[in-house]
Nanobody, 123 residues
């Protein structure tokens, strides 16, 4: 599975961005998917995750109410809508896939990773 993330950029605080992740090589419709981020000097953290059919989602406390993860299995894609962005959201964002049907929150559960897209939020 190859994952290609896009949609990052520079935005002012309070603005919005939509990240997209396209999967190729095989269908990820039975996989749970996640968006992680890593800020300079910090560990990679899970931001949001979604199970195989979208029926279960997870959000980090820091993004609850602001970010929304969604997936389109027909298009083999997962998206992350980010609203009310804050400077502390600045990071490299990665999409990842886990072969588990069940939503997973640990980094080790994700075996496929995209290349990352940079999100910079200015104050």
């Amino acid at each position: 599975v190859q994952l290609q993330a896009c949609g990052g950029g520079l935005v002012q605080a309070g603005g919005s961005l939509r990240l997209s992740c396209a999967a190729s090589g095989r269908t990820v419709s039975s996989y749970s998917m996640g968006w992680f981020r890593q800020a300079p000097g910090k560990e990679r953290e899970l931001v949001a995750a979604i199970n195989w059919n979208g029926g279960s989602t997870y959000y980090a406390d820091s993004v609850k109410g602001r970010f929304t993860i969604s997936r389109d299995n027909a298009k083999n894609m997962v998206c992350l809508q980010m609203n009310s962005l804050k400077p502390e959201d600045t990071a490299v964002y990665y999409c990842a896939a886990s072969t588990s049907f069940v939503l997973r929150t640990s980094t080790d559960s994700y075996g496929y990773w995209g290349q990352g897209t940079v999100v910079t939020v200015s104050s």
